[in-house]
């Protein structure tokens, strides 16, 4: 007969694989947060001759004609300066003049841009499939890529293996009525070796902000009433001279999965973002009120994993989540169930059923404070709708 410690051993690793979803416990993407001017490469980093030969095979919805010898020999020399500036960062860490170089760069690229005639047309050039290729950030905490799940702590939980920004067509059904595109930031990670890959998506609406709101010297402040910190500051006022192409991005609670087990933690956000200067190979973004600056390049067409690897997630009903409340109510019988395991065991079945109560309110802890890996303390964080 096999011993009623070892089952208990084994209880949570079976109720996380086998057990029905809405019993699943929970983990706690993506964004906004704000981090001295770094840069934050992709782990699976795309060289500039792959980047150079996609303006002939990338499906970019971008005119041709918005492209000139100018721009085509900028953006060659920004490619080449993220590729210098990400092997520095492996080979020494000193990157600081390689970051003013790729500045200077952006600035004139931003100023080439050619403002579209109508905001269909501006917005559709937009459109496409992205790796983020480098972030240059104004503050040393700032993590604006993947927030809780790629910083340096985590990384000694996980490989990080893709990080990602698309700009897709708007939704059909839903949303807000002015919403001209979606956004969705997706990361994939690897878990033991690789055997368990995680996927976290934070798909958003984007709607263009109104002259009057470029220019305004203040912000409206935003209700937090959902974030984990009720005290907190208002949103930071917007970055002047922001172009036509500024939208402000409300992103829903955050979708993440350990292999084929989903959850939906988190609170909803939102976050401005301008984008200087788009063409068939590259689109630049920057920080509405942080100032951050990114460089996004356009994915091959055969890149299957950036493209469509992880739609299953973003597809999938909002019934089969695991939300906090389900997560909270699983991991709260657990508790009472090893609790009383506790007291009626003896010899080692007790000592396991002692180790399963403390696991059990850690994840209880965990899940109750989960934020889906948003960055809700500090200045930057604004609610979403």
């Not at 057990?19 to 706690?28: E, H, M, N, Q, V």
């Not at 990338?58 to 990400?86: I, K, M, N, W, Y």
């Not at 100032?291 to 739609?311: M, P």
């Amino acid at each position: 007969m096999v011993h009623i410690s070892t089952v208990l051993l084994c209880l949570p690793l079976s109720l996380w694989f086998v057990a029905p979803r809405s019993l699943s416990t929970a983990f706690i993407p993506l964004l906004p947060q704000s981090g001295t001017r770094r840069c934050f490469e992709s782990s699976r980093p795309v060289s500039h001759s792959t980047i150079h030969r996609r303006r002939r095979t990338s499906s970019s919805p971008l005119r041709a004609a918005g492209e000139t010898v100018e721009t085509s020999l900028l953006v060659d020399r920004l490619l080449e300066q993220v590729e210098r500036h990400s092997k520095i960062s492996m080979e020494s860490g000193d990157n600081g003049g390689e970051h003013r170089l790729i500045e200077d760069t952006i600035g004139q690229l931003g100023k080439t841009q050619t403002v579209n005639a109508t905001m269909d047309f501006k917005f559709d050039d937009l459109i496409g499939y992205y790796n983020v290729s480098c972030t240059l950030t104004t503050r040393d905490k700032d993590n604006p890529v993947g927030g809780k799940w790629t910083r340096q702590s985590s990384k000694k939980l996980w490989v990080i293996r893709r990080t990602l920004q698309h700009v897709l067509p708007k939704r059909s059904m839903g949303g807000p009525v002015e919403a001209i595109a979606q956004a969705i930031n997706v990361i994939r990670l690897d878990l033991f070796f690789g055997l368990l890959p995680v996927w976290i998506i934070l798909r958003g609406d984007a709607v263009p902000l109104s002259d009057s709101e470029r220019n305004s010297k203040l912000e409206e402040t935003i209700s937090n009433i959902d974030a984990p910190n009720k005290r907190r500051p208002k949103t930071p006022p917007l970055l002047p001279d922001l172009s036509p192409s500024t939208v402000r991005v409300y992103f829903d609670r955050p979708r993440f999965a350990f292999g084929r087990r989903t959850f939906s933690f988190g609170p909803t956000s939102s976050v401005v973002l301008d984008t200087p200067y788009v063409d068939s190979r590259i689109r630049i973004g920057k920080g509405g009120t942080s100032g951050t600056l990114f460089v996004f390049s356009r994915v091959a067409d055969e890149d299957t994993e950036a493209i469509s690897e992880w739609k299953w997630l973003l597809e999938q009903d909002d019934s089969k989540f695991v939300t906090k409340r389900k997560a909270l109510g699983a991991v709260g019988i657990y508790g009472i169930l090893s609790g009383v395991a506790s007291q009626v065991l003896v010899g080692w079945g007790r000592k396991v059923a002692m180790v399963n109560l403390g696991l059990a309110a850690i994840g209880f802890l965990w899940a109750a404070l989960g934020t889906g890996g948003i960055e809700t303390r500090g200045d930057t964080y604004a609610r979403g709708m």
